[in-house]
């Protein structure tokens, strides 16, 4: 078994057309694990990780797919993650279990809309990562400009390592700055790694990159700060100790420069993933909740020690569910019984696999610090499996809510069953699609981070499951929400013969930053204990639908402060009802609002359109935050309303002779300008008859 020191596991993110995949494909052939390298695009052999039909089609990556691959002696446990937004909840559950990343970055655009999202990602589970700026073949290709936006727009410390040697079509490799060699990828795949001299005419220049990247380093290395001032030699070892030490503490960002695309820089990088990034041991400690005591516990990555393990992604296929699992802690053995604490059942571990892309290798026992997946196991993402005696919980990912919904029906009526199968199983895999029934049509609605997300489901039920749905428009998952406070004094009686139903609520609803929130207040017994609960689960019922156009409300605090009970007529059901109408009491009072989703938006586009673009922009309710000009192309970033922006890829198009691109994601929810209030509000009634 490989000691826990000389494991990786590593994800790879980036903005969309980034080079992940590429990158990926790179590792894979450098380390053996492939011996023929595919392509994202175009004719020939396809991407091994890309390994869906629609993956290959649309050139992106949908899901994330896992890997295990051996570099010198390390071995890397390797995550591919789709750049798409619609698909980030794929880089949300990858790096909730992963020790490091690489973050790729366009060496032309740079800092992009999704690598915003992507780093926000990284530092919500504080994942040490290496920047790596891909494209530095590209015209326009320019990696000091982009050290800059990671210091400007992502507040990291960058520190480049490396010197490039040429750019653009004359980019042929790189200098590496600790050891102060020039290196350069020969072979018909790159695969030939070569040191040699520095060229001359960028000796000047790789000295005094250097010399800055010794100066910020020595920030972080008492002992290199005294050698740099007496004027001593740094012996490299001291350098790569100082790095690691940075980067594993969060204050340091390693930068590499490379072109996957063309087999540069990759080995390089491969060495940095062993030099700086984490192994399970040098991660922080990670915490669980002892569910029986409510209390933090440590949990430490000793193969000897008790299990706790993670399922952070289900996937169903022709074999069954298959279930991605983090070990951290003790060992996961073939035909041991382990225990999930969220369900409170024991179930057997029939098969253990390690996973290449979709094939498998059959393993019979794992151990902290590794990831690999289970078959045939009934649970759900997020669930923690545990040894006997061991009743943990692991914190669980974010999910980020849904944004877009759309209105489904079976084209045929023998599809039925094949569409609710197929519903049911991408709910369980993929927490942030989400299915319901609308209680007016009775029509079932779907609901996901955005149209290409959706798009991609449908498309997976006609290829999956042989079955066609008839689509409606999409429509926005809009929020309600108070804009003041209100109390609520609601008294349930009823008695109709025999025992009647009682309850009593009081207190109060405000706006708050949280989805919701609930206080109870309550003293001196005015509700018993028993049914605090039960009021809480009344005021859940009564945010599911708004008053206004019946979509969820969020962003309110419920403070319980009193009410009354009756020996014998009250109860769980009567507290409950109770709690649900007096929040609506209150609601209606608190003048309710509604909210839409507010996407941030990244157009690219030559110089040329740039008025026209940023003109149609404002004519959607846009708010302009600013452009950046690159060569010959500007980047415009804005925020705009999510329902404004249905179908832009067409008049963009137009608009641009079909030379812009654009990107979005989920910004915020806001008020809606109280005209279109006015107009849901009627639309609303108009459906309700």
């Not at 290798?361 to 923690?384: P, R, Y």
């Not at 919701?516 to 309550?522: A, C, H, L």
Request: hydrophobic share 40%.
């Amino acid at each position: 078994m490989i000691p826990r020191k000389r494991i990786r596991n590593i994800g790879i993110s980036a903005h969309i057309d980034s080079g992940k995949t590429t990158l990926s494909e790179r590792i894979l052939y450098y380390t053996g694990k492939i011996y023929k390298i595919g392509e994202v695009k175009g004719s020939g052999d396809t991407a091994t990780l890309d390994y869906m039909k629609l993956e290959q089609e649309k050139g992106i990556t949908i899901t994330s797919a896992a890997t295990t691959c051996i570099w010198n002696d390390i071995q890397i446990n390797l995550i591919d993650t789709p750049g798409h937004v619609d698909f980030t909840i794929e880089v949300e559950r990858a790096l909730r279990v992963l020790d490091g990343a690489i973050m790729v970055l366009c060496a032309v655009a740079g800092v992009q809309s999704q690598s915003i999202t992507v780093d926000r990602q990284m530092k919500r589970y504080r994942v040490p990562r290496i920047a790596f700026i891909n494209k530095m073949d590209r015209a326009g290709a320019n990696p000091f400009r982009v050290v800059q936006a990671l210091r400007a727009k992502l507040n990291l410390n960058p520190l480049l390592l490396q010197y490039p040697i040429g750019s653009e079509d004359n980019f042929v490799g790189v200098i590496d700055l600790i050891e102060m060699t020039a290196n350069y990828f020969e072979g018909a795949k790159g695969e030939n790694r070569v040191s040699q001299l520095i060229p001359e005419h960028l000796q000047d220049e790789a000295k005094e990159a250097r010399v800055k990247m010794l100066d910020r380093l020595s920030m972080f290395s008492e002992e290199m700060m005294e050698m740099l001032l007496e004027g001593k030699e740094v012996p490299k070892e001291i350098i790569w100790t100082t790095i690691r030490k940075g980067t594993l503490s969060l204050e340091l960002t390693p930068v590499l420069l490379g072109s996957a695309f063309k087999n540069k820089g990759v080995q390089n990088l491969l060495d940095a993933v062993d030099l700086y990034l984490p192994s399970p041991e040098d991660r922080e400690v990670v915490t669980a909740i002892d569910i029986s005591t409510k209390e933090k516990v440590n949990v430490y990555p000793d193969k000897d020690a008790n299990l706790v393990a993670l399922a952070f992604k289900i996937t169903d296929d022709a074999f069954g569910q298959l279930t991605y699992t983090r070990i951290y802690s003790g060992t996961l053995r073939e035909g041991k019984r382990i225990y999930n604490t969220r369900t409170n059942q024991r179930f057997q571990v029939s098969q253990i696999v390690q996973m290449h892309a979709n094939k498998r290798e059959h393993v019979e026992s794992a151990a902290a610090g590794e990831i690999v997946a289970l078959l045939g196991v009934d649970c759900a993402s997020g669930d923690t499996f545990c040894s006997e005696g061991t009743n943990l919980s692991l914190e669980q990912m974010f999910v980020p809510e849904p944004v877009i919904t759309l209105a489904i029906a079976p084209k045929k009526r023998d599809d039925a069953d094949q569409i609710s199968k197929a519903l049911n199983r991408f709910m369980r895999e993929d927490p942030t699609f989400r299915v319901s029934i609308d209680p007016e049509s009775k029509e079932t609605l779907i609901s996901g981070m955005g149209e290409l997300h959706l798009e991609i489901y449908i498309e997976r039920i006609k290829r999956e499951y042989n079955a066609e749905v008839y689509v409606g428009a999409p429509a926005v998952a809009y929020r309600e929400t108070v804009s003041q406070s209100a109390s609520f004094d609601y008294k349930l009686r009823k008695q109709s013969g025999g025992s009647g139903q009682y309850a009593h609520v009081i207190g109060r609803i405000e706006a708050c930053e949280e989805p919701f929130v609930f206080e109870n207040r309550v003293v001196g017994g005015a509700i018993p204990k028993q049914f605090i609960p039960a009021c809480e689960k009344g005021f859940r019922d009564a945010i599911e639908s708004g008053l206004l156009i019946g979509y969820p409300i969020i962003g309110v605090k419920v403070i319980l402060e009193g009410g009354s009970y009756h020996n014998v007529d009250s109860s769980e059901m009567a507290f409950r009802v109770a709690a649900k109408q007096g929040f609506q009491q209150a609601c209606a009072k608190a003048t309710p609002i509604i909210l839409e989703p507010i996407m941030l938006v990244e157009v690219e586009t030559p110089n040329d359109f740039v008025g026209r673009v940023q003109g149609d922009l404002s004519s959607r309710r846009g708010l302009l935050l600013g452009s950046q000009t690159i060569e010959n192309y500007a980047a415009i970033r804005a925020e705009i309303p999510l329902v404004e922006m249905f179908g832009y890829s067409t008049p963009l198009r137009s608009l641009s002779s079909g030379m812009a691109n654009f990107s979005m994601e989920f910004a915020d929810y806001r008020q809606v300008p109280a005209s279109v209030q006015q107009q849901l509000i009627a639309d609303a009634a108009k459906l309700r008859g």
